[in-house]
């Protein structure tokens, strides 16, 4: 089957970066994270609780300080003892408080991601083909990992210490209020210095945040493609290149990282300066008024500490924020996943699959184009009916239309005109899931998975039995050879079948076919890896097979169909010729032609 997927290496522009892509423009774009936070609102209340303990415990502290200050020049000297064993079951509770914030807030961080993970995964697993025309595979699995990684940290460690920051904040600047309003006053004054740099480079460092994320996908899917075609790159020589157009890549995100650490370096040296600045400004002040008797000696510490308190909540509130632009580049990646709308869609109200069909499929003037090549017609008015139980195959040369016709009928792409019925229902009034349950396909390139053969072998029917599997091999002639293996039907059979040979993939991918037992066998270019015997004994399962379901073939070996019911000649997306094998070969034209070549070919080789 042509794959119609357009992966070539870019290195000119991130994936993330065409036009068509929405940037990050506010925080706000985290809100997207609240429906999957929202199940575990108790667990959330629990750890708000702990953080405003904590946080409160820890405005405690410099009081408990200043009393015991204060207590070494007071007639409350006898006190201090007490003094000493409050502070010590202040910082106790402090500890507990701690603990049970990490615990809740890293909890629920891992579970709202794993949420988010099986969201997007289930959604991009659902998706048509003409979705990963556009689209790398290996950028949606940098969204999948990278990116959720990046709100894992978020909300299991950033968003606490940025509210637990804020309640310190904001209490430490009451408190100092109460200490000294007039020290409160001057500290007052350096905030807008601080504000107006995190605004400024903190929208810069969000448009950073995104590229460079954006950088990392393209890394990622540049990585997957060569990996998953290694043995052709390798073939080619080609690992060079691959390699340089990999570096290429990874250095474009290099550098995009570094503008954002950069950019956030610069922010924090500014924050943290202008804070210290003004404590020493405060602790200048302070120390005067001390001299002069206005304030003790304990409330001079006490409210230094909140200072301290106040501007180490600033300058992690800078730090934090920009974490959280990262992240919001990164809940707007998800969310745009979730949000893709697909060119194929099940109906809002699906009729049901008739019952007692027996497989009758109508193809009424089908006209198509595949979304990547819309001036090319694929499809041009194509009619004809498949009755139930009759074998029906399609030849013509390469990019005739022919496998085109399972794309549409598997409901991979919905045509531009015309319309497909089964036993009567059109497709697109039933869901995918339902009439797809009705059909086996064996594709012209099977997909192995990384399991054991038998596993494979089940993917066809997930409850059926050992002994079914085995049948349904011994029926394709893949018993044999899967015997022969080390472990047998339990052997590990590499990533991608990468331990079997094109026949023996094609073989489990007919045993898989034949264990669906569905009314309807789709079936393209099924025997084309195998060898003389194995094709003739494959064939001979799928004649049986065939008995009273209907089939479908697609074949440039016209050998394999010549038993068919029906052969319908593809030409230029049109059907331009039907019938016997017997009944073409005696009309001439197309099919003449290519039985001529094959089997004078044939009889040559012989």
């Known amino acids: 089957m042509t794959s119609q997927n357009t992966t070539s290496p870019k290195v000119a522009a991130p994936a993330g970066a065409s036009e068509d892509r929405a940037k990050s423009r506010r925080i706000g774009s985290l809100r997207a994270l609240l429906p999957f936070m929202a199940p575990y609102s108790a667990m959330i209340a629990a750890a708000i609780a702990a953080l405003v303990l904590t946080a409160i415990v820890s405005l405690t502290l410099p009081l408990a300080v200043r009393r015991v200050v204060d207590g070494f020049e007071s007639e409350a000297a006898a006190l201090l003892d007490q003094y000493f064993l409050a502070a010590l079951g202040i910082a106790s509770l402090l500890a507990l408080g701690t603990g049970l ?85 001057a500290v007052l004054l350096i905030v807008p210095l601080i504000i107006v740099p995190i605004v400024v ?7 950073l945040s995104r590229e460079n994320q954006d950088w990392i996908a393209e890394s990622s899917g540049n990585a997957s493609e060569a990996l998953l ?86 300058g992690a509130l800078s730090e934090i924020w920009g974490e959280l632009q990262r992240a919001s580049g990164a809940t707007e990646r998800l969310v745009e996943l979730l949000r893709t709308t697909d060119s194929v869609a099940d109906p809002a109200q699906p009729i049901a699959l008739p019952k007692g069909g027996r497989g009758e499929i109508v193809f009424d003037h089908l006209r198509f184009s595949y979304p ?38 598997l409901r991979f792409y919905d ?31 099977p997909v192995i998975f990384a399991a054991s053969a038998r596993e494979n072998i089940r993917f066809g029917r997930p409850d059926a039995t050992d002994a079914e599997v085995e049948e349904a091999a011994k029926a394709a002639a893949a018993h044999d050879f899967l015997t022969a293996l080390p472990k047998g039907y339990d052997t590990y059979v590499g990533e991608r079948g990468l331990m079997l040979s094109g026949g023996q993939k094609q073989r489990i991918a007919i045993a898989r076919a034949i264990l669906r037992d569905a009314p309807i066998l789709l079936l393209d270019e099924a025997t084309s890896a195998l060898d003389a015997e194995s094709e003739r004994a494959v064939q001979d399962a799928v004649t049986r097979l065939s008995e009273g379901r209907t089939t479908l073939i697609v074949a440039h070996r016209l050998a394999t169909v010549k038993q068919a019911d029906r052969i319908l000649v593809f030409e230029a997306g049109k059907i331009v010729a039907e019938g016997t094998h017997d009944s073409l070969v005696a009309q001439g034209g197309l099919y003449a032609r290519l039985a001529r070549l094959q089997f004078t070919e044939g009889l040559a080789a012989e």
């Open 372 to 409: 990547t090549r819309p001036e090319t017609s694929a499809l041009d008015g194509v009619s004809f009916t498949i009755k139930p139980g009759e074998t029906v195959a399609l030849v013509g040369p390469s990019g005739a239309g022919k496998s085109t016709i399972f794309q549409l009928l």
């Open 201 to 207: 480079l903190g929208r810069r460092l969000r448009n």
């Open 415 to 445: 045509p531009v005109a015309g319309r497909i019925t089964l036993d009567g229902a059109d497709l697109r009034e039933m869901t995918r899931a339902s009439f797809r349950a009705a059909m086996a396909m064996v594709p012209q390139d």
């Open 229 to 314: 075609s290694v043995q052709t790159v390798q073939a080619f020589t080609h690992e060079r290149a691959s390699a340089a157009d990999f570096d290429l890549v990874t250095e474009k995100s290099f550098d995009s990282a570094k503008k954002r650490i950069a950019t956030r370096a610069v922010m924090t040296v500014i924050v943290i300066a202008l804070v210290f600045a003004g404590i020493v400004g405060v602790l200048w002040t302070g120390a005067r008024d001390v001299r002069a008797e206005v304030m003790s000696v304990g409330e001079l510490i006490q409210f230094l500490i909140y200072a301290i308190m106040v501007a180490g909540s600033v």
């Open 101 to 185: 914030r990490y615990y809740l807030v890293t909890r629920l961080g891992e579970r709202v991601v794993a949420d988010i993970r099986k969201a997007v995964f289930d959604r991009m697993i659902a998706m048509s083909p003409s979705f990963y025309e556009k689209i790398m595979t290996g950028e949606v699995l940098s969204r999948i990992t990278t990116d959720t990684t990046l709100l894992l940290s978020v909300i299991s460690s950033s968003v606490s210490v940025a509210l637990r920051n804020l309640l310190i904040l904001i209490g430490g600047l009451g408190l100092m209020m109460v200490t000294s309003p007039k020290l409160t006053g």
